[in-house]
């Protein structure tokens, strides 16, 4: 879709500030209608979201628009399992979150896949800047993931309505001051529906994943997004080439191994006092007292403290299982 609205003539760096707009508009209203309370982010993770918002909701989707902008869609959307990539490389190597043979062998397909696009596309040193600019934006979006598990335990819908309304109007602004032209009515209704279904809501459920399955793993699996990318801009006309065949097999190897995963040994949980939305499970069967919330879809957000605890049962480096080994 956002292609279809480069194809009117919006600059792309436009929008990408109205795709966050709508993602933040969107958001903001959903918010006030479900009338849900301001949240509270502690201030030792400020530093953390202001990264977050900068390199994820103004660098990286620039980069994107003007690589999308000069490289057809189905190689953009399958180029973007980079993202998936970059974050683990950067959650393994920087956060130690666990790797295991498996976890890494799928990343290596998904490496392979992204390079068969390239080569496909018979990019030159002279024509490959718009591949270099999505690449760019996924490592973008890397570290904006990694900074953005750091925040996870803040309520998602909140975080990502922040990261619209800063992210949109800097880069309308921005797009505007270098030239870019405002664009037709139904074009910025259309990115601001896109930026609402196709970011803000998107952004959320990526963000209780960060929170439930850690970093690495919730960038590989929503690296299944870029296959339905490159099915429709095919769908819409593009024509089908080996390359693009043979890199979605290989990306799907990637994902299908990470979905296979299973990780289960005995593991100590510290004593450990926080907020967050959760529901009754095995790491949450403390008592209430008469201030808590009442369930809602089986789960509610309180401060509540976890003893110290030593078990054995399969598990993914969620904000519970950070532990080493």
């Known amino acids: 879709m956002a292609k279809l609205v480069l194809g009117q003539g919006v600059s792309p760096w436009l929008l990408a500030g109205l795709l966050y707009l709508g993602s933040g508009v969107g958001l903001i209203v959903y918010r006030r209608l479900r009338r849900l309370p301001p949240a509270r982010l502690p201030h030792e993770h400020r530093a953390a979201l202001a990264g ?131 664009p037709s009515t139904d074009a910025a209704a259309t990115a601001l529906i896109v930026g609402f279904l196709g970011y803000g809501l998107s952004l959320t459920l990526f963000i209780v994943a960060l929170r439930e399955l850690g970093t690495a793993r919730a960038g590989a699996y929503f690296a299944v997004a870029p296959f339905a990318g490159a099915t429709l801009a095919l769908l819409l006309g593009e024509p089908p080439t080996v390359g693009i065949a043979a890199a979605g097999v290989l990306m799907g190897v990637g994902v299908w191994l990470h979905l296979t995963e299973r990780h289960e040994h005995e593991h100590t949980h510290l004593a450990r006092a926080h907020e967050h939305w959760h529901t009754h499970d095995a790491h949450h069967s403390h008592e209430h007292d008469a201030s808590a919330p009442p369930l809602h879809l089986g789960g509610h957000r309180h401060a509540h403290t976890h003893d110290e605890v030593t078990h054995a049962h399969p598990h993914y480096p969620d904000v519970h299982h950070r532990h080493g080994h």
């Not at 596309?121 to 591949?131: I, K, M, Q, R």
């Not at 309304?165 to 001051?177: K, Q």
């Open 52 to 182: 977050a918002v900068a390199l994820g909701g103004v660098l990286g989707p620039s980069l994107l628009m003007a690589g999308l902008s000069a490289m057809p869609a189905s190689g953009a959307s399958l180029l973007l399992n980079l993202e998936g990539v970059f974050t683990a490389s950067v959650a393994w190597v920087v956060f130690r979150e666990n790797v295991d043979r498996r976890v890494a062998l799928g990343m290596l397909a998904i490496v392979a896949g992204s390079a068969v696009v390239g080569i496909s596309s018979h990019l030159e040193f002279g024509t490959a800047w718009p591949a270099l600019a999505v690449s760019g934006a996924c490592l973008a979006w890397a570290l904006d993931n990694n900074l953005t598990r750091i925040v996870s335990l803040t309520d998602a819908t909140w975080l990502a309505a922040v990261k619209g309304a800063v992210a949109g109007p800097v880069n309308v602004v921005l797009a505007l001051i270098v030239g870019a032209r405002l």
